[in-house]
T-cell receptor, first 112, second 116 residues
Framework: GQNIDQPTEMTATEGAIVQINCTYQTSGFNGLFWYQQHAGEAPTFLSYNVLDGLEEKGRFSSFLSRSKGYSYLLLKELQMKDSASYLCAVKRDKAAGNKLTFGGGTRVLVKP | DTEVTQTPKHLVMGMTNKKSLKCEQHMGHRAMYWYKQKAKKPPELMFVYSYEKLSINESVPSRFSPECPNSSLLNLHLHALQPEDSALYLC???????????????FGPGTRLTVL
């Protein structure tokens, strides 16, 4: 089986930085995605990591350590519109069906 | 066109009704997915179509019946649903089942289904 864990909820202040951690245990690991989902809307792609290291995209960065089964999403210069759920999703390889399995999501609330 | 569209946006149906959800993409993607999402929960995979063939069925009850008429369209036929089937149904597509470096899934806006 597999297990994907992330905190349920985080609160931060506008302009601050928040780090959302995701730990996973899975076989056939083939990459990790971060998606943003506003309430009542579809998930939208934020980042993808398959190799160890940090990927930076504007205010959002994502880090992966395959040996530790660990990733984080870093949101800098928080804005009110960043209030959303952030979903960590693990992609498995062809032998495991190429499936994408989501963690429970982390609800981030940005306060003024 | 980088959009996945879904119709209808909202659907209310009785337990004896038959209805269909529709999904369309024109990005040339060859993999399409149905997910079910309950409130405050992550999306759960239901079905995967790869090159118009059903490749994954996550033990979904037969009252849900997927169909892929062509590479751009994906339907989900609903019959004799239960109130606990009420959820947001998301369609997604990706370049291929494993092709492409990212192979990110693009999600449609979803159909909010209520079963009375």
């Amino acid at each position: 089986g597999q297990n994907i864990d992330q905190p349920t909820e985080m609160t931060a202040t506008e302009g601050a930085i928040v780090q959302i951690n995701c730990t996973y245990q899975t076989s056939g690991f083939n990459g990790l995605f971060w998606y943003q989902q506003h309430a009542g809307e579809a998930p939208t792609f934020l980042s993808y990591n398959v190799l160890d290291g940090l990927e930076e995209k504007g205010r959002f960065s994502s880090f992966l350590s395959r040996s530790k089964g660990y990733s984080y999403l870093l949101l800098k210069e928080l804005q009110m519109k960043d209030s959303a759920s952030y979903l960590c999703a693990v992609k498995r390889d062809k032998a495991a069906g190429n499936k994408l399995t989501f963690g429970g999501g982390t609800r981030v609330l940005v306060k003024p | 066109d980088t959009e996945v569209t879904q119709t209808p946006k909202h659907l209310v149906m009785g337990m004896t009704n038959k209805k269909s959800l529709k999904c369309e993409q024109h990005m040339g993607h060859r993999a399409m997915y149905w997910y079910k999402q309950k409130a405050k929960k992550p999306p759960e995979l239901m079905f995967v179509y790869s090159y118009e063939k059903l490749s994954i069925n996550e033990s979904v009850p037969s009252r849900f019946s997927p169909e892929c008429p062509n590479s751009s369209l994906l339907n989900l036929h609903l019959h004799a649903l239960q109130p606990e089937d009420s959820a947001l149904y998301l369609c997604a597509s990706s370049q291929g089942p494993s092709g492409g470096y990212y192979n990110e899934q693009f999600f449609g806006p979803g159909t909010r289904l209520t079963v009375l």
